[in-house]
């Protein structure tokens, strides 16, 4: 018995990803709320929208922050009820989530989701020192753990307790960039061999380069309705049946385990609950490769397979376009790309295009049932969402 | 007397520069807290007391920087792990004297005041690390 839904997106945008000279965020911003109002001629988004929750993790990067009211403006938006939601690399799924609450109370009718980062003006050092923010000062950053850093602690624990080898790791990272490549958003449009992957320099070993997801610039956004209103703005609803969210310890060194995140089973839990599915029910997921060993905790902790087997799902290819649970067929993290703030409901945009039929050389056939899981930080916020065809 | 200090994290630093590693005990549950904290996450009281901390522990899991933050730099390639100490409290740090390719999960280590200066600027904390047992 499949869940009843709780809010419809009935629009999506998303800006180009990369490396977006010369302009600024909220620019970023405008070009993805113009092609949800593009996609969406029944909306009068001036009239209609009632609010906007969006996602942004660092102010440093343009020394901007107050990014509600500021994105609202230069979104057409102006004088509506605005709210910046930070959660770190979670921030737009927190959004999205903030988003369902408004439409859900009954507060809001329309309301606008979304998140946006600019990050490529910053140099490499830069960029690992504005990330680190979302991890523990104090004993992790004091001490010289960067983000990857964190990721490779999980990594080197996984592959002591259950053998996962790097080259399971290069597996996730050849499968995303062959999706980016068919991906016109995506930040990286190339193919990428094992060996290349393998061969790339150390970045917090065992964790290189082709390990690590993209410093992007980009945005991102939905629109968001009551279920009962949605056939008044589309033909082609995509229904939101399952949320959740959980949060835990700062430091990953408090916590009991470093092979799973516990923040993410637990909205997993939730969402799955709430929307009455089982993991085998997914048709295609979004899921958070910020690091190619992410991605395969990811797997676990949704359920895709036993934990310690996520290395397999990735070798066997059961994850791939064809598999039996395509994962990241946007290109994922690795190379659709990460700008930040932006990635949650980028992640729900992918799912949007699967879910009407719109993925074009990525679409997963018959694809009526959607994930999506956002991981903030070293996993002290996670979101998860689950979503179905009209 | 001691049971006036607070218990917070500058604290903690504080006692590292006098060459003492300690943590706040939860008097009511007994939880050891590091860093200490002034309310037990566990049973929500108020009231500690310091403990000192075994040095000796064993690394739980470790990483190689080759990409450091810009005050790190100099240092790169490092090794920061977590280490589980031998009461079962866990911290982070770096880890030194010893090969990087020597290091392994399981490895003993002892923890080191270093020089223990604090750093000049905000926050005017020193930095332990962690060597061979
Ligand atoms: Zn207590």
Redesign the interface.
């Known amino acids: 018995m499949k869940g009843k839904p709780i809010a419809s997106i009935v629009s999506a945008g998303l800006s180009r990803f990369g490396k977006l000279e010369g302009l600024y965020a909220r620019e970023i911003f405008a070009e993805a709320a113009k092609e949800a109002y593009e996609r969406c001629p029944n909306l009068n988004p001036k009239k209609d929208i009632k609010a906007l929750f969006i996602g942004h993790m660092g102010e440093s990067y343009e020394h901007q922050g107050h990014t509600g009211a500021t994105a609202a403006d230069w979104a057409g938006l102006m004088n509506i009820s605005a709210t910046r939601t930070e959660a770190a690399c979670s921030s737009s799924g927190a959004a999205l989530r903030a988003g369902i609450f408004a439409v859900l109370s009954g507060l809001c009718d329309v309301v606008m989701v979304g998140g946006v980062e600019k990050m490529t003006h910053r140099s490499?050092?830069?960029v690992?020192?504005f990330l680190?923010m979302a991890s523990d000062f104090?004993?992790?950053?004091?001490?010289?753990?960067?983000f990857?850093?964190l990721f490779?602690?999980?990594?080197?624990?996984h592959m002591?307790k259950y053998g996962t080898t790097e080259m399971q790791l290069a597996h996730v990272a050849v499968k995303n960039h062959y999706n980016g490549s068919l991906n016109p958003k995506a930040h990286m449009q190339k193919q990428i061999t094992i060996e290349t992957a393998l061969s790339s320099?150390?970045?917090?070993?065992?964790?290189k380069l082709y390990d690590c997801s993209l410093i992007t610039d980009g945005a991102s956004c939905l629109i968001l309705t009551k279920p009962e209103l949605a056939k008044k703005y589309t033909d082609t609803p995509v229904h939101i049946i399952g949320s959740g969210q959980a949060s835990d310890t700062i430091?990953?060194?408090?916590r009991e385990d470093?092979t799973s995140l516990t923040a993410a089973k637990l909205a997993a839990q939730q969402a799955y609950k709430m929307a009455g599915l089982k993991p085998e029910d997914i048709d295609v997921a979004e899921v958070h490769d910020c690091f190619t060993i992410a991605e395969i905790i990811a797997y676990e902790d949704l359920g895709f397979c036993k934990p310690g087997e996520g290395g397999h799902l990735a070798e066997n290819g059961e994850t791939a376009l064809n598999g039996k649970i395509p994962v990241n067929t946007s290109g994922g993290l690795k190379a659709k790309g990460h700008p930040v703030g932006a990635t949650g409901t980028a992640q729900a945009y992918e799912i949007y295009l699967q879910l009407t039929g719109q993925a074009q050389k990525r679409q997963v056939k018959d694809a009526e049932v959607g994930l999506t899981h956002n991981v903030g930080g070293s996993g002290a916020t996670a979101t998860v969402h689950i979503y179905m065809r009209c | 007397m001691s049971e006036q200090v607070p218990f917070t994290?500058e604290q903690f630093?504080k006692h590292m520069l006098q060459g003492k590693f300690m943590g706040g005990k939860c008097k009511k549950c007994g939880k050891i807290h590091l860093?200490p904290r002034p309310l037990c996450d566990n049973c929500f009281s108020k009231e500690f007391e310091w403990v000192e901390l075994p040095k000796n522990g064993k690394l739980?899991?470790?990483?190689?920087?080759?990409?450091?933050?810009?005050q790190?730099?100099g240092?790169a390639?490092?090794a920061?792990?977590?280490v589980q100490l031998e009461n079962g409290v866990?911290?982070?740090?770096?880890i030194k004297g010893i090969a990087l390719e020597k290091i392994k999960?399981g490895t003993s280590l002892t923890l080191d005041f270093g020089t223990c200066a604090a750093t000049q600027e905000w926050?005017k904390?020193p930095?332990y690390?962690f060597k061979p047992a």
């Open positions: 490499t050092p830069e690992t020192e680190a104090p004993f992790e950053q004091w001490h010289g753990i960067t990857p850093g490779a602690l999980m990594a080197t624990a002591h320099r150390v970045i917090a070993w065992p964790l430091g990953i060194y408090e470093f | 994290i630093y860093p739980l899991t470790y990483t190689i920087i080759h990409v450091a933050p810009p790190f730099q240092m390639p490092y920061v792990g977590i866990k911290i982070p740090g770096m999960i926050p904390w930095r690390y």
